[in-house]
Nanobody, 125 residues
Framework: QVHLVESGGGSVQAGGSLRLSCAAS????????LGWFRQAPGKEREGVAA????????YLADSVKGRFTISLDRAKNALSLQMNSLKPDDTDMYYC??????????????????WGQGTQVTVSS
């Protein structure tokens, strides 16, 4: 079981930047991906970005490519999501996620084994 705690959400104007962080603890050695999902009220949770500690290119949703960057500080077991050029459409609750099963789709929340508590991101126009 992996325990995840997010930080760094907040409010920003369109065009601004925010950085989300996620502290991971527990059995992280066999994690397939660590990632970020987001969810608006009444909508399904969607995968935004994923990092593969075992290697491979990170996954970024088309809607955030060129604006968001995902990274992992292995020494601290800390996952980050740098969000630039933010848009009002990026307003959501953001959740840190960990999946243990190899080769699962990082876009599907059903593949996630552990979730953080969530952090709100609000982008005003």
């Amino acid at each position: 079981q992996v325990h995840l705690v997010e930080s760094g959400g907040g409010s920003v104007q369109a065009g601004g930047s925010l950085r989300l962080s996620c502290a991971a603890s527990g059995d992280t050695s066999s994690t397939y991906f660590l990632g970020w999902f987001r969810q608006a009220p009444g909508k399904e949770r969607e995968g935004v970005a994923a990092f593969y500690p075992g290697g491979g290119s990170p996954y970024l949703a088309d809607s955030v490519k060129g604006r968001f960057t995902i990274s992992l500080d292995r020494a601290k077991n800390a996952l980050s999501l740098q969000m630039n050029s933010l848009k009002p459409d990026d307003t959501d609750m953001y959740y840190c996620a960990a999946a243990m099963t190899p080769s699962v789709d990082p876009r599907d929340p059903n593949n996630v084994d552990s979730w953080g508590q969530g952090t709100q991101v609000t982008v005003s126009s």
